[in-house]
């Protein structure tokens, strides 16, 4: 890296850990459903002006606004914990972001969370409990996230974590020594929501793949199903691998569960697994049978 990029990616880092810190706890009160409205549209301003500072930041030193998450190719999963949960370790030495990325996981159903304040600490949870994802921030004293990545792949019973990176530094940055370390994905802070729900879309059908059938709850087909409406909504967000949102759309349907018990027990084991492409082909199918 030239010395003028490098000297970008340490004032960039300065300037966004704080900003980081300010869009992750907004984000995380914006759905606070206890909060005054008042006290709401006080929170979404300060988001709103977040999120302006950002951008500006973006576009000064030239980071790609699009730089939230990257994928590379995995093989499957054969060693990681056997559970029907998936196991995330969060490993990062800053306790806030700890906690929001501890809240951020809460949302999602299915997910069982650890996390570790250091590299050590991370080593040795990993030697007892392997997570089948480990969140890792880069930027961490007495060994950073590369290194604890590298190191940990050392070990053959490692082979099949998934390792995801975290900073607020560009992935173009380290996107070299991503692939010599084996890092699986990348997340850019401030972490979002959406970005995660692409994370679990990509990951876990490997992780539920390799799991024992008899682990896993056998639910069937329901045979009712509700209006056309509503089923073009969910067609819509489930291609959109959009989680939070279709459990919004779910809801209303819980108050008619009488009519609609076996359909939402049904989807609701899909969405754990973040099985959308399922959930399409399920919906057509059904509507296409009536």
């Avoid at 290194?147 to 390792?163: A, T, Y």
């Avoid at 380290?174 to 994370?199: F, N, T, W």
């Avoid at 082909?281 to 296409?288: A, F, H, L």
Wanted: aromatic share 6%; net charge negative.
């Amino acid at each position: 890296m030239s010395d003028k990029k490098q000297t970008n990616a340490s004032i960039t880092h300065e300037l966004l850990t704080p900003l980081n810190i300010i869009l992750g706890l907004t984000q995380i009160l914006c759905k606070d459903k206890t909060l005054k409205i008042q006290h709401k549209e006080m929170v979404e301003t300060i988001q709103n002006a977040g999120e302006n500072l950002l951008s500006q930041i973006y576009e000064i030193f030239e980071i790609p606004d699009n730089d939230t998450e990257i994928c590379l190719e995995h093989k499957n999963n054969k060693e990681s914990s056997s559970s029907s949960a998936i196991h995330v370790l969060i490993v990062d030495d800053i306790a806030v972001n700890r906690f929001m990325l501890k809240h951020l996981l809460s949302q999602f159903p299915n997910i069982s969370i650890d996390e570790s304040a250091d590299a050590q600490t991370a080593r040795d949870k990993i030697q007892r409990k392997k997570p089948h994802i480990a969140l890792i921030d880069i930027h961490m004293p007495d060994m950073n996230g590369f290194e604890l990545i590298q190191h940990m792949r050392k070990d053959e019973s490692n082979q099949d974590i998934i390792f995801v990176l975290m900073s607020s530094d560009a992935k173009s940055c380290h996107e070299e020594q991503m692939k010599v370390c084996g890092v699986d994905a990348y997340l850019s802070k401030p972490i979002r929501e959406e970005s995660l729900e692409a994370l679990f879309e990509q990951f876990a059908p490997k992780i539920f793949d390799n799991q024992d059938e008899k682990d896993l709850p056998v639910v069937s087909q329901p045979d009712k199903l509700p209006d056309e409406n509503f089923l073009q909504e969910l067609l819509r967000l489930a291609r959109q691998g959009a989680y939070s949102e279709i459990k919004n759309l779910m809801e209303p349907l819980k108050s008619k569960q009488s009519e609609f018990m076996a359909f939402i027990h049904y989807l609701e084991q899909l969405l754990k697994r973040f099985q959308f492409k399922e959930i399409i082909d399920w919906i057509n199918s059904s509507r296409t049978k009536e």
